[in-house]
């Protein structure tokens, strides 16, 4: 079953790639770009499996106990645009190309110092014999560090006007997710990319455990009366937790509950707020109506306004 | 009839390098691969070695592997294969009898790599990171020599026969450089050879690079710098490989799928067979068969190019390298 599974997502990459974009690649005389390429499909193809599994676990969830009423169509149509763009890969393909050679220069300069990029397994071999260990304390690094990226986006005036976007939402489900500032996204990835050169790049050999943490993410933005109880919320971030960092107090600097995936940060460093009742209204009131209720372009632009005032007034 | 250990190493395709008669080749009639053969496949897209049993085509295991392997390379003396894991920066040196992982060693960014004739070095070449490497081996440790920055994007390598040449293609600006094996190393010269240059091969003082941007192989003339003809394949035209015997070329077309031989001494095409899903590395059997890796199919084709049959196998996520070995050939004890 699981081969037969296998080898029709195989079937359907290799046609892909070989009825449209290797001739494509060909005729535009890019084909030193041919195995970026193939491997684009992979994750383009593996975003939209992410959409679906994501929707066929929260959507009925949200049905069932819904915090609030779906009442603002049009916000959530503009959050599932930006779901689209991020998962099925048209916001890191632009990411890719701006920072692609740059990636190659910086990488070009390491060559050069002679000095071998460490990884994880390197510094701890016991990983090399325990592959699931070792991509459960990849994500446990890039969690811890994407704890403090949430945390600088709400300290940064500059950040918090790009971060607003998301906190703008008033009405969150779990499309919210992928609701962010293109340039904000760029930052992720270079912040993301910086961790990874670090440690190394986890590989991609259990898509199971990636859409877990995918489903773990969008899950947190749902509009799911959900806590996972007295110890699950102290183990991973649940609808609960992640719905009182959305609240209306939760904004900027005053905000609580930063952690992505893991609670524990939070606890660690005294921001979390672990109340299990509490279900608050979700949006900023003082944020510009663009940002809330405007379309993709809008907010966009909206976003990179409020950032250059902001870089203006620290001046 | 008893082979010396040059002449049972000249089975392995990795040796395979430059033509050379082997009289041991190439049945008529294809027959079973012999037990005990394997057949080792880097799947570079999902982080693992896959190994196959010849006779059985059945999985025997799958070597875990940190990222992304691409190419590999027996060593001279036939006893190690080496496996380059280029994101994780790591060689890995595997018993090509068993599978079994002798040990890995830190190293930057290894893509394809290859041994000069004389097995004094190991030449590698970094794709993403623009450089080439040049590695003194001593039989049993690498011991880096010379680091050249390269650019763009250093795909493949071959040697001149007598080993003091290593030839490079960069792939990004379309060039087909030289460096000496010799003094201190020099870059001796860059020549425009052609869009997209992929795969490189010495054949009879010239040197035929794989165009990928288009569909021929270059023939250039080292001494002139020249490209003296092309070489009309099929489109996408990638690697290039000898046979055991030496008497043909074999060259993939990634775009049309399909591989082509090629007469070395006319430099004519002789036939072309198509192959699905993007053939890219091949490897032979001793039954003269070719083992070709289909990049896009996530499968390996078992080729009887005389018979024009095609059978696949299941591999994994973009299988890049393969390597054919032979037990026979790898237990020939050496006789000088």
Same mark, same amino acid.
């Not at chain 1, 701890?124 to 704890?147: Q, S």
């Not at chain 2, 896959?50 to 059945?58: F, G, P, S, W």
């Not at chain 2, 599978?99 to 790599?113: C, F, Q």
């Not at chain 2, 060039?175 to 201190?184: D, V």
């Given at each position: 079953?699981?081969?037969?599974?296998?080898?029709?997502?195989?079937?359907?990459?290799?046609?892909?790639?070989?009825?449209?974009?290797?001739?494509?690649?060909?005729?535009?005389?890019?084909?030193?770009?041919a195995?970026?390429?193939?491997?684009?499909?992979?994750?383009?193809?593996?975003?939209?499996?992410?959409?679906?599994?994501?929707?066929?676990i929260?959507?009925?969830?949200?049905?069932?106990?819904?915090?609030?009423?779906?009442?603002?169509?049009r916000?959530?149509?503009?959050?599932?645009?930006?779901?689209?763009?991020?998962?099925?890969?048209?916001?890191?393909?632009?990411?890719?190309?701006?920072?692609?050679s740059?990636?190659?220069?910086?990488?070009?300069?390491?060559?050069?110092?002679?000095?071998?990029?460490?990884?994880?397994?390197?510094?701890?071999?016991?990983?090399?014999?325990w592959?699931?260990?070792a991509?459960?304390?990849?994500?446990?690094?890039?969690?811890?560090g994407?704890?403090?990226?949430?945390?600088?986006?709400?300290?940064?005036?500059?950040?918090?006007?790009?971060?607003?976007?998301?906190?703008?939402?008033?009405?969150?489900?779990?499309?919210?997710?992928?609701?962010n500032?293109?340039?904000?996204?760029?930052?992720?990835?270079?912040?993301?990319?910086?961790?990874?050169?670090?440690i190394?790049?986890?590989?991609?050999?259990?898509?199971?455990?990636?859409?877990?943490?995918?489903?773990?993410?969008?899950?947190?933005?749902?509009?799911?009366?959900?806590?996972?109880?007295?110890?699950?919320?102290?183990?991973?971030?649940?609808?609960?937790?992640?719905?009182?960092?959305?609240?209306?107090?939760?904004?900027?600097?005053?905000?609580?509950?930063?952690?992505?995936?893991?609670?524990?940060w939070?606890?660690?460093f005294?921001?979390?707020?672990?109340?299990?009742?509490?279900?608050?209204r979700?949006?900023?009131?003082?944020?510009?109506?663009?940002?809330?209720?405007?379309?993709?372009?809008?907010?966009?632009?909206?976003?990179?306004?409020?950032?250059?005032?902001?870089?203006?007034?620290?001046? | 009839m008893?082979?010396?250990?040059?002449?049972?190493?000249?089975?392995?395709?990795?040796?395979?390098?430059?033509?050379?008669?082997?009289?041991?080749?190439?049945?008529?009639?294809?027959?079973?691969?012999?037990?005990?053969?394997?057949?080792?496949?880097?799947?570079?897209?999902?982080?693992?070695?896959?190994?196959?049993?010849?006779?059985?085509?059945?999985?025997?295991?799958?070597?875990?592997?940190?990222?992304?392997?691409?190419?590999?390379?027996?060593?001279?003396?036939?006893?190690?294969?080496?496996?380059?894991?280029?994101?994780?920066?790591?060689?890995?040196?595997?018993?090509?009898?068993?599978?079994?992982?002798?040990?890995?060693?830190?190293?930057?960014? @290894?893509? *394809? !790599?290859? /041994?000069? $004739? %004389? #097995?004094?070095?190991?030449?590698i +070449?970094?794709?993403?990171?623009?450089?080439?490497?040049?590695?003194?081996?001593?039989?049993?440790?690498?011991?880096?020599?010379?680091?050249?920055?390269?650019?763009?994007? @250093?795909? *493949? !390598?071959? /040697?001149? $026969? %007598? #080993?003091?040449?290593?030839?490079? +293609?960069?792939?990004?600006?379309?060039?087909?450089?030289?460096?000496?094996?010799?003094?201190?190393?020099?870059?001796?010269w860059?020549?425009?050879?052609?869009?997209?240059?992929?795969?490189?091969?010495?054949?009879?003082?010239?040197?035929?690079?794989?165009i990928?941007?288009?569909?021929?192989i270059?023939?250039?003339?080292?001494?002139?710098?020249a490209?003296?003809?092309?070489?009309?394949?099929?489109?996408?035209?990638?690697?290039?490989?000898?046979?055991?015997?030496?008497?043909?070329?074999?060259?993939?077309?990634?775009?049309?799928?399909r591989?082509?031989?090629?007469?070395?001494?006319?430099?004519?095409?002789?036939?072309?067979?198509?192959?699905?899903g993007?053939?890219?590395?091949?490897?032979?059997?001793?039954?003269?068969?070719?083992?070709?890796?289909?990049?896009?199919i996530?499968?390996?084709?078992?080729?009887?190019?005389?018979?024009?049959?095609v059978?696949?196998?299941?591999?994994g996520?973009?299988?890049?390298?393969?390597?054919?070995?032979?037990?026979?050939?790898?237990?020939?004890?050496?006789t000088?």
């Amino acid at each position: 079953m699981i081969e037969a599974l296998q080898d029709a997502w195989d079937a359907v990459a290799g046609w892909i790639f070989e009825t449209l974009v290797q001739p494509a690649l060909f005729a535009a005389g890019l084909m030193e770009w041919a195995e970026d390429a193939f491997d684009w499909i992979g994750f383009v193809m593996f975003g939209g499996l992410q959409v679906v599994v994501v929707y066929l676990i929260c959507r009925p969830l949200e049905a069932w106990r819904p915090v609030e009423p779906r009442e603002d169509g049009r916000s959530i149509r503009t959050d599932i645009l930006y779901t689209m763009l991020t998962r099925l890969g048209l916001l890191p393909l632009i990411a890719f190309v701006v920072f692609a050679s740059v990636q190659a220069r910086i990488s070009g300069m390491v060559a050069e110092s002679g000095w071998i990029p460490p990884t994880l397994e390197m510094l701890f071999p016991v990983l090399r014999e325990w592959p699931l260990l070792a991509l459960l304390v990849y994500v446990v690094v890039i969690d811890f560090g994407e704890y403090w990226r949430h945390r600088f986006q709400h300290m940064f005036g500059w950040w918090w006007a790009l971060h607003a976007i998301h906190h703008a939402q008033r009405q969150m489900t779990f499309w919210t997710d992928d609701r962010n500032h293109i340039l904000d996204d760029m930052i992720g990835a270079v912040w993301t990319g910086g961790l990874a050169l670090l440690i190394g790049v986890p590989p991609g050999q259990f898509p199971l455990i990636v859409i877990l943490l995918r489903v773990a993410e969008a899950l947190s933005h749902a509009n799911v009366r959900l806590s996972f109880g007295r110890v699950g919320e102290w183990l991973v971030v649940s609808p609960r937790f992640h719905r009182l960092h959305h609240g209306v107090l939760g904004s900027g600097e005053t905000g609580k509950n930063y952690a992505v995936i893991f609670p524990v940060w939070d606890w660690i460093f005294r921001t979390g707020d672990f109340r299990r009742d509490v279900f608050p209204r979700t949006g900023d009131p003082e944020l510009p109506e663009d940002m809330a209720t405007g379309g993709w372009l809008r907010q966009q632009w909206a976003g990179l306004r409020r950032m250059g005032a902001a870089l203006v007034k620290a001046r | 009839m008893r082979l010396s250990r040059r002449q049972a190493l000249s089975l392995l395709p990795g040796l395979a390098l430059a033509p050379r008669a082997a009289g041991a080749q190439g049945g008529t009639t294809p027959a079973a691969s012999p037990a005990g053969d394997l057949v080792f496949v880097l799947n570079s897209g999902e982080a693992n070695i896959l190994v196959l049993d010849a006779a059985t085509r059945e999985e025997k295991r799958r070597i875990p592997v940190l990222r992304e392997v691409h190419h590999l390379v027996m060593t001279p003396d036939g006893s190690t294969l080496l496996v380059g894991d280029s994101g994780a920066n790591e060689m890995l040196f595997l018993n090509p009898l068993t599978g079994e992982l002798i040990k890995r060693e830190p190293l930057s960014n @290894p893509y *394809h !790599l290859g /041994f000069s $004739p %004389d #097995g004094r070095f190991l030449c590698i +070449t970094s794709l993403r990171r623009d450089q080439v490497d040049i590695y003194a081996w001593d039989g049993s440790a690498l011991t880096l020599v010379k680091r050249h920055s390269l650019p763009d994007m @250093p795909s *493949h !390598l071959a /040697f001149r $026969p %007598d #080993g003091k040449v290593v030839y490079v +293609t960069l792939q990004g600006n379309n060039l087909l450089a030289a460096i000496s094996l010799e003094g201190n190393f020099d870059h001796l010269w860059s020549m425009e050879i052609g869009p997209e240059p992929a795969g490189v091969m010495w054949n009879r003082g010239k040197l035929l690079v794989g165009i990928m941007g288009s569909d021929y192989i270059a023939v250039a003339d080292p001494e002139t710098q020249a490209v003296e003809r092309r070489i009309v394949t099929a489109r996408g035209a990638h690697a290039l490989f000898w046979n055991l015997k030496g008497d043909t070329i074999y060259a993939t077309s990634r775009v049309d799928s399909r591989i082509t031989t090629i007469d070395p001494e006319t430099l004519t095409v002789t036939r072309s067979l198509k192959v699905p899903g993007g053939p890219d590395d091949i490897s032979f059997d001793p039954q003269g068969r070719l083992w070709v890796t289909q990049r896009w199919i996530a499968k390996v084709a078992v080729v009887d190019f005389e018979a024009g049959k095609v059978e696949s196998i299941r591999a994994g996520r973009s299988p890049h390298g393969i390597f054919y070995a032979s037990a026979q050939a790898l237990r020939a004890p050496a006789t000088n």
